[in-house]
T-cell receptor, first 113, second 115 residues
Framework: DVKVTQSSRYLVKRTGEKVFLECVQD?????MFWYRQDPGLGLRLIYF???????EKGDIPEGYSVSREKKERFSLILESASTNQTSMYLC????????????FGDGTRLSIL | AQSVTQPDIHITVSEGASLELRCNYS??????LFWYVQSPGQGLQLLLK??????LVQGIKGFEAEFKRSQSSFNLRKPSVHWSDAAEYFC?????????????FGRGTSLIVHP
Protein backbone atom coordinates (compact mmCIF):
# COMPACT_ATOMS: atom_id res chain seq x y z
CA ASP A 1 0.00 0.00 0.00
CA VAL A 2 1.05 3.57 -0.67
CA LYS A 3 2.81 5.22 2.22
CA VAL A 4 3.86 8.77 3.01
CA THR A 5 5.60 9.02 6.35
CA GLN A 6 6.23 12.20 8.25
CA SER A 7 8.95 11.87 10.87
CA SER A 8 7.04 13.42 13.78
CA ARG A 9 3.36 13.68 14.68
CA TYR A 10 3.98 16.38 17.29
CA LEU A 11 6.91 18.75 17.64
CA VAL A 12 7.61 21.59 20.05
CA LYS A 13 10.39 24.06 19.30
CA ARG A 14 11.51 27.48 20.48
CA THR A 15 11.52 30.78 18.65
CA GLY A 16 14.65 31.24 16.57
CA GLU A 17 15.47 27.54 16.29
CA LYS A 18 16.13 25.90 12.93
CA VAL A 19 13.48 23.23 12.47
CA PHE A 20 13.53 20.26 10.10
CA LEU A 21 10.39 18.39 9.07
CA GLU A 22 11.04 15.19 7.18
CA CYS A 23 8.82 13.34 4.72
CA VAL A 24 9.48 10.01 3.03
CA GLN A 25 7.40 8.26 0.38
CA ASP A 26 7.78 4.68 -0.80
CA UNK A 27 5.93 4.95 -4.11
CA UNK A 28 8.68 6.29 -6.37
CA UNK A 29 6.58 9.41 -7.03
CA UNK A 30 8.15 12.28 -8.92
CA UNK A 31 6.16 15.07 -7.27
CA MET A 32 6.20 16.01 -3.60
CA PHE A 33 4.47 18.83 -1.75
CA TRP A 34 4.55 20.62 1.60
CA TYR A 35 1.35 22.26 2.84
CA ARG A 36 0.43 24.22 5.88
CA GLN A 37 -3.07 23.73 7.31
CA ASP A 38 -4.73 26.32 9.56
CA PRO A 39 -8.38 26.47 10.69
CA GLY A 40 -10.54 28.32 8.19
CA LEU A 41 -7.71 28.63 5.68
CA GLY A 42 -7.62 25.12 4.30
CA LEU A 43 -4.38 23.84 2.78
CA ARG A 44 -1.83 26.36 1.61
CA LEU A 45 1.08 25.24 -0.52
CA ILE A 46 4.52 26.11 0.84
CA TYR A 47 6.78 24.37 -1.68
CA PHE A 48 6.52 21.82 -4.46
CA UNK A 49 9.22 19.56 -5.88
CA UNK A 50 8.87 17.92 -9.28
CA UNK A 51 12.16 16.04 -9.27
CA UNK A 52 15.31 15.54 -7.25
CA UNK A 53 16.93 18.91 -6.46
CA UNK A 54 14.08 20.72 -8.26
CA UNK A 55 11.59 22.92 -6.43
CA GLU A 56 9.01 25.63 -6.93
CA LYS A 57 7.68 28.15 -4.47
CA GLY A 58 4.09 27.81 -3.47
CA ASP A 59 1.74 30.41 -2.09
CA ILE A 60 3.49 31.00 1.26
CA PRO A 61 7.23 30.22 0.96
CA GLU A 62 8.45 33.05 3.19
CA GLY A 63 10.35 31.75 6.21
CA TYR A 64 10.68 28.25 4.75
CA SER A 65 13.09 26.35 2.55
CA VAL A 66 13.11 22.79 1.24
CA SER A 67 15.55 20.09 0.28
CA ARG A 68 15.15 17.11 -2.00
CA GLU A 69 18.43 15.24 -2.38
CA LYS A 70 16.79 11.85 -2.98
CA LYS A 71 13.59 11.04 -4.81
CA GLU A 72 11.87 9.54 -1.80
CA ARG A 73 12.65 12.28 0.73
CA PHE A 74 11.43 15.88 0.89
CA SER A 75 12.43 18.05 3.83
CA LEU A 76 10.88 21.30 4.99
CA ILE A 77 13.14 23.68 6.87
CA LEU A 78 12.11 26.58 9.06
CA GLU A 79 15.24 28.70 9.00
CA SER A 80 14.43 30.65 12.18
CA ALA A 81 11.19 29.49 13.72
CA SER A 82 8.62 32.08 14.76
CA THR A 83 5.38 31.73 16.72
CA ASN A 84 3.29 32.43 13.61
CA GLN A 85 4.64 29.21 12.12
CA THR A 86 2.77 27.18 14.72
CA SER A 87 0.54 25.01 12.55
CA MET A 88 -0.22 21.59 11.10
CA TYR A 89 2.16 20.64 8.29
CA LEU A 90 1.16 18.08 5.68
CA CYS A 91 3.40 16.35 3.16
CA UNK A 92 2.04 14.77 -0.01
CA UNK A 93 3.38 12.90 -3.01
CA UNK A 94 1.98 12.26 -6.47
CA UNK A 95 3.02 10.51 -9.66
CA UNK A 96 4.06 12.59 -12.63
CA UNK A 97 0.63 12.58 -14.30
CA UNK A 98 -1.54 15.46 -13.02
CA UNK A 99 -4.76 13.47 -13.17
CA UNK A 100 -3.49 11.26 -10.39
CA UNK A 101 -4.43 12.04 -6.77
CA UNK A 102 -2.01 13.10 -4.08
CA UNK A 103 -1.13 10.80 -1.20
CA PHE A 104 -0.81 12.49 2.16
CA GLY A 105 1.08 11.81 5.34
CA ASP A 106 -0.64 12.06 8.71
CA GLY A 107 0.78 15.50 9.38
CA THR A 108 3.10 17.11 11.90
CA ARG A 109 1.58 19.43 14.47
CA LEU A 110 4.31 21.97 15.16
CA SER A 111 4.23 24.35 18.11
CA ILE A 112 6.70 27.21 18.33
CA LEU A 113 7.04 28.64 21.82
CA ALA B 1 -5.83 31.84 -11.78
CA GLN B 2 -7.95 28.90 -10.83
CA SER B 3 -9.92 29.00 -7.59
CA VAL B 4 -12.04 26.57 -5.62
CA THR B 5 -14.97 27.59 -3.42
CA GLN B 6 -16.58 25.46 -0.77
CA PRO B 7 -19.35 27.79 0.40
CA ASP B 8 -20.24 25.85 3.55
CA ILE B 9 -17.72 26.02 6.38
CA HIS B 10 -19.77 23.69 8.59
CA ILE B 11 -22.65 21.35 7.84
CA THR B 12 -24.66 19.48 10.46
CA VAL B 13 -26.77 16.46 9.56
CA SER B 14 -28.50 13.70 11.46
CA GLU B 15 -27.27 10.16 11.11
CA GLY B 16 -29.14 8.46 8.28
CA ALA B 17 -29.92 11.71 6.49
CA SER B 18 -28.67 12.52 3.01
CA LEU B 19 -25.70 14.79 2.44
CA GLU B 20 -24.54 17.18 -0.25
CA LEU B 21 -21.31 19.17 0.01
CA ARG B 22 -20.85 21.92 -2.52
CA CYS B 23 -17.78 22.72 -4.57
CA ASN B 24 -17.49 25.38 -7.27
CA TYR B 25 -14.38 26.17 -9.28
CA SER B 26 -13.24 28.92 -11.55
CA UNK B 27 -11.33 27.60 -14.51
CA UNK B 28 -11.55 27.88 -18.30
CA UNK B 29 -11.22 24.26 -19.39
CA UNK B 30 -12.28 20.99 -17.84
CA UNK B 31 -10.03 20.54 -14.86
CA UNK B 32 -9.09 17.49 -12.89
CA LEU B 33 -11.39 17.32 -9.83
CA PHE B 34 -10.89 15.56 -6.53
CA TRP B 35 -12.63 15.15 -3.19
CA TYR B 36 -10.59 14.27 -0.11
CA VAL B 37 -11.63 13.50 3.47
CA GLN B 38 -9.61 14.24 6.59
CA SER B 39 -10.49 12.47 9.81
CA PRO B 40 -9.30 14.09 13.05
CA GLY B 41 -5.56 13.81 13.54
CA GLN B 42 -4.95 12.28 10.13
CA GLY B 43 -3.88 13.28 6.67
CA LEU B 44 -6.16 13.57 3.65
CA GLN B 45 -7.57 10.49 1.97
CA LEU B 46 -8.91 10.42 -1.59
CA LEU B 47 -12.68 9.83 -1.83
CA LEU B 48 -13.04 10.11 -5.60
CA LYS B 49 -11.76 11.89 -8.69
CA UNK B 50 -12.95 13.03 -12.10
CA UNK B 51 -11.01 13.89 -15.23
CA UNK B 52 -13.10 12.62 -18.14
CA UNK B 53 -15.98 10.35 -19.11
CA UNK B 54 -19.11 9.75 -17.09
CA UNK B 55 -19.89 12.88 -15.10
CA LEU B 56 -21.22 10.91 -12.15
CA VAL B 57 -18.36 9.24 -10.32
CA GLN B 58 -18.47 6.75 -7.50
CA GLY B 59 -15.99 6.78 -4.67
CA ILE B 60 -15.16 4.99 -1.48
CA LYS B 61 -17.33 4.86 1.66
CA GLY B 62 -20.55 5.21 -0.40
CA PHE B 63 -19.81 8.70 -1.71
CA GLU B 64 -20.48 9.96 -5.21
CA ALA B 65 -19.97 13.27 -6.99
CA GLU B 66 -21.36 14.83 -10.14
CA PHE B 67 -19.43 17.11 -12.48
CA LYS B 68 -21.63 19.81 -13.99
CA ARG B 69 -19.72 21.83 -16.54
CA SER B 70 -22.49 24.43 -16.98
CA GLN B 71 -22.44 25.22 -13.26
CA SER B 72 -18.69 24.75 -12.74
CA SER B 73 -19.55 22.47 -9.86
CA PHE B 74 -18.45 19.13 -8.49
CA ASN B 75 -20.75 18.43 -5.54
CA LEU B 76 -20.24 15.48 -3.24
CA ARG B 77 -23.22 13.40 -2.13
CA LYS B 78 -24.07 10.50 0.13
CA PRO B 79 -27.59 9.08 0.48
CA SER B 80 -27.32 8.09 4.15
CA VAL B 81 -24.70 9.52 6.49
CA HIS B 82 -23.03 7.45 9.21
CA TRP B 83 -21.57 8.85 12.41
CA SER B 84 -18.11 7.84 11.18
CA ASP B 85 -18.46 10.28 8.26
CA ALA B 86 -17.87 13.21 10.64
CA ALA B 87 -14.70 14.77 9.25
CA GLU B 88 -13.31 17.63 7.17
CA TYR B 89 -13.93 17.43 3.42
CA PHE B 90 -11.81 19.14 0.80
CA CYS B 91 -12.45 19.71 -2.88
CA UNK B 92 -9.38 20.13 -5.09
CA UNK B 93 -8.92 21.22 -8.69
CA UNK B 94 -5.98 20.30 -10.90
CA UNK B 95 -4.81 22.41 -13.82
CA UNK B 96 -4.75 20.85 -17.30
CA UNK B 97 -3.08 23.79 -18.91
CA UNK B 98 0.47 22.65 -18.52
CA UNK B 99 3.32 23.49 -16.24
CA UNK B 100 3.63 21.87 -12.88
CA UNK B 101 -0.04 20.84 -12.48
CA UNK B 102 -0.28 22.00 -8.90
CA UNK B 103 -3.78 21.42 -7.54
CA UNK B 104 -5.75 24.11 -5.74
CA PHE B 105 -7.71 23.20 -2.61
CA GLY B 106 -10.92 24.67 -1.24
CA ARG B 107 -10.96 25.78 2.37
CA GLY B 108 -12.85 22.69 3.46
CA THR B 109 -16.25 21.83 4.90
CA SER B 110 -16.53 20.40 8.38
CA LEU B 111 -19.24 17.75 8.65
CA ILE B 112 -20.93 17.23 12.01
CA VAL B 113 -23.17 14.19 12.42
CA HIS B 114 -25.83 14.11 15.13
CA PRO B 115 -27.03 10.73 16.40
Amino acid sequence: DVKVTQSSRYLVKRTGEKVFLECVQDMDHENMFWYRQDPGLGLRLIYFSYDVKMKEKGDIPEGYSVSREKKERFSLILESASTNQTSMYLCASRPLLPNQPQHFGDGTRLSIL
Amino acid sequence: AQSVTQPDIHITVSEGASLELRCNYSYGATPYLFWYVQSPGQGLQLLLKYFSGDTLVQGIKGFEAEFKRSQSSFNLRKPSVHWSDAAEYFCAVGDRSGGSYIPTFGRGTSLIVHP
